[in-house]
């Protein structure tokens, strides 16, 4: 099965149907993204949030798992901060838990990633950013 890029409706979907979300790479300074990404999210959104990091403990007053694995619920969707070249053994991760899709940050795209993770049925989203697809496709 080939990646297909999915449209504004496939993502408002995933967005108003998923619960659990865990954030791999977050962090705890406040200029990141995900850290961003994180607050907006824990503020705006109806998700239940999973930060993942395994050097840092807490942040934004949650408790961190050092991995995928670690998280004591099932996770809808894995959004990652991570350079496009460590996004694969996230993906494998994701599938090893089941998790239902993998959402990869505005900027980071991933080949091997989109065609892997569609062969096993899970929803791929590259290059979006799960806060602006938040706010303009849930949150109107």
Known sequence: MSWNPPNDEEVKQLLTTSKNVAI???SNKEERASFQVAKWLQQ??????????PVIEEVLGQKTY???ADVPDHIDIVDVFRR???C???LEKAIEIGAASIWLQLGISNSDVAEQG?????RVVMDRCIKVDYAAL???
């Open 24 to 26: 791999v790479g977050i």
């Open 44 to 53: 705006h959104s109806h998700f239940t949030l999973f930060f993942i990091n």
């Open 66 to 68: 050092p991995s995928l």
């Open 84 to 86: 496009a070249e460590d």
């Open 88 to 90: 694969l053994p996230v």
């Open 118 to 122: 569609s062969a096993v049925g899970m």
């Open 138 to 140: 849930v949150r109107r």
